[in-house]
């Protein structure tokens, strides 16, 4: 079973920038579809962004441009740069295996705090 492990979170200000990794055990990245997802204190958790196999990606709405979904297989890994993060970014970050048999696994999540 795969099992997926974020990291990179952390206390950042607005306007600055992150990375997050995922990390996915098993060797099946290459098979499966990727996303991130968020969960802000007291909402439901909503989508980010979402990599296929093919590479191909879709954000939701409010990113705006400001961050990068990307996948590299070889590595098993999964990242979402984030950049010119403002308030409203805070929350647990969690990547989640979209595709395949493992569809619905979830990571624990990393958290992100934007704070002056």
């Known amino acids: 079973q795969v099992q997926l492990v974020e990291s990179g979170g952390g206390l950042v200000q607005p306007g600055g920038s992150l990375r997050l990794s995922c990390a996915a055990s098993g060797g099946i990245l290459k098979r499966i579809a990727m996303g991130w997802y968020r969960q802000a204190p007291g909402k439901q958790r909503e989508v980010v962004a979402v990599i296929t196999i093919g590479g191909t990606t879709n954000y939701a709405g409010f990113v705006k441009g400001r961050f990068t979904i990307s996948r590299d297989n070889a590595k098993n890994m999964v990242y979402l740069q984030m950049n010119s993060l403002k308030f409203e970014v805070t929350a647990v970050y969690y990547c989640?295996?979209?595709?395949?048999?493992?569809?619905?696994?979830w990571g624990q999540g990393t958290q992100i705090t934007v704070s002056s």
């Open positions: 989640k295996v979209v595709t395949g048999h493992e569809a619905g696994t």
